[in-house]
């Protein structure tokens, strides 16, 4: 099955100068954990997760109603094309842990997909469970 079919086409975006307070509001009233950054329209800069507004702000005291999504978001990007197929995005998932990517074509975003999205499809040798599991393998912490 290919991106395109599975991928959520109406995608929500933040700009880098909105704040972080902003992001989570919006991932509340989304019920989502992540918000992709963006300018120009649909140019896509980076993703703010739930996770990055809690571990790189709010652990660290900052004010998140002042604090700007650009200087918390996750730049580095993992992206697939909507031609691509749901077996590829399961293994780009577990090679960089992680559970959402960004659909993009020609540099521009055209919606996003989920592990969540993997799993509710019928894809060749449970790539959707493979991909969760390396995505959860935990790092070893320093107790």
Avoid at 92 to 112: D, S
Wanted: hydrophobic share 45%; proline share 5%; charged share 25%.
């Amino acid at each position: 099955m290919k991106i395109c079919d599975l991928m959520t086409k109406e995608v929500i975006t933040l700009k880098p100068i909105h704040t972080l307070q902003e992001a989570a509001k919006l991932m509340c009233d989304l019920n989502v954990g992540v918000i992709p950054i963006a300018e120009e329209g649909d140019k896509l800069r980076g993703l703010i997760t739930d996770r990055d507004i809690v571990v790189r702000a709010v652990a660290k005291g900052v004010d998140i109603k002042s604090a700007k999504i650009n200087d918390y978001m996750s730049p580095k990007l993992v992206s697939i094309n909507p031609s691509e197929t749901a077996q590829e995005a399961a293994k780009l998932m577990a090679e960089h842990q992680i559970r959402r990517l960004p659909v993009v074509k020609e540099g521009h975003m055209v919606g996003i997909v989920s592990i969540g999205d993997l799993s509710v499809v019928g894809i060749h040798e449970n790539e959707a469970g493979f991909a969760l599991s390396e995505i959860s393998t935990p790092s070893q912490p320093q107790l």
